[in-house]
């Protein structure tokens, strides 16, 4: 089920700004990763390489979480999550 973001939230994740994405490892530990983070449409993207832990996480187990802050003002922020 996709969710719409409201436009505060759409121009925080589509200002140039880092986001922290929380998965879920095989063991059912957390995994965490700095990533840049960007809009596509109405789709949140990320940057990773092919391969990578945190993509073959999202693959296995899509509960995910991004929390993202504006650099210039930390007590602007978002948390977005994916079942």
Do not use: F, H
Not at 7 to 25: C, E, F, H, Q, S
């Amino acid at each position: 089920m996709a969710a719409s973001l409201n436009d505060a939230v759409r121009k925080l994740v589509d200002d140039p700004n880092y986001a922290v994405l929380g998965t879920i490892n095989p063991d059912g530990s957390p995994q965490t990763s700095l990533v840049w983070i960007g809009l596509d449409g109405d789709d949140v993207v990320i940057s990773t390489a092919a391969g990578r832990r945190k993509e073959r996480n999202i693959g296995r187990d899509p509960r995910v979480s991004l929390s993202v802050w504006d650099r210039a003002d930390p007590e602007r922020y978002a948390e977005i999550r994916g079942l």
